[in-house]
């Protein structure tokens, strides 16, 4: 699923006239926040879960994207740049999508392969930028929300609700999973458990 999946069907989302306590409060290379915004109607809340799935996705995604490209798999390499394209626009990671959006039409025309090489990796590093910079923000977030909450604990009991809806749905291969591992993630910002919980999600999706 492309991360525009997300998106809450509810005729009662508004503009709220006081901003979300969860948003981006500081300037990141190559993420341009009005434009991530205006997909998700300016819900905060949910701008925040869309850019940690794509921060948290980063490392199997580009590894695929640069594989593929090593081993000449190019309808690999093509499918991968599709969806590059299409998620890092719906964050509003502008010129990734545009660097994606290139490279898929260089895969698809058969242009030089030293030329799709080198725009692979210029793909590459400007998503690893825009990755870098969220997973710092993220983390900054998560330290401040844990200093103001102090020793709050965690709702054990909705884990272990989570974890036995999870279990059950991963055994029918129900995609609903991929819900449970979405609200799993609000858990994790920060942590090496986004990761897990995204790899866990990717064959779901697929």
């Not at 999946?5 to 969860?22: C, V």
Request: hydrophobic share 35%; charged share 25%.
């Amino acid at each position: 699923g492309k991360p525009a999946d997300f998106l809450e069907s509810d005729s009662n989302i508004e503009k709220e006239e006081t901003p979300s306590q969860a948003e981006i409060k500081q300037y990141i290379p190559g993420l341009d926040q009005e434009a991530g915004l205006k997909p998700v109607m300016q819900n905060h809340d949910l701008y925040i879960k869309l850019l940690t799935r794509f921060a948290n996705g980063y490392a199997d995604a580009s590894s695929e994207l640069r594989r593929a490209c090593h081993r000449h798999d190019w309808p690999a390499a093509e499918l991968a740049a599709h969806s590059l394209k299409g998620s890092s626009a719906n964050i509003g990671a502008l010129a990734v999508s545009k660097l994606a959006a290139s490279l898929e039409k260089s895969i698809r025309e058969q242009i030089d392969v030293d030329k799709i090489a080198a725009l692979a990796e210029e793909t590459l590093s400007g998503w690893q930028e825009v990755v870098y910079g969220l997973r710092e923000e993220l983390e900054e977030q998560t330290t401040s929300t844990q200093s103001q909450e102090g020793n709050s604990e965690l709702d054990t009991e909705r884990v272990g609700t989570l974890l036995d809806d999870l279990s059950s749905l991963i055994e029918d291969s129900d995609t609903a999973a991929i819900v449970i591992i979405d609200e799993f993630e609000t858990f994790c910002i920060g942590t090496g458990l986004g990761h897990c919980l995204s790899s866990l999600a990717h064959p779901l999706q697929s």
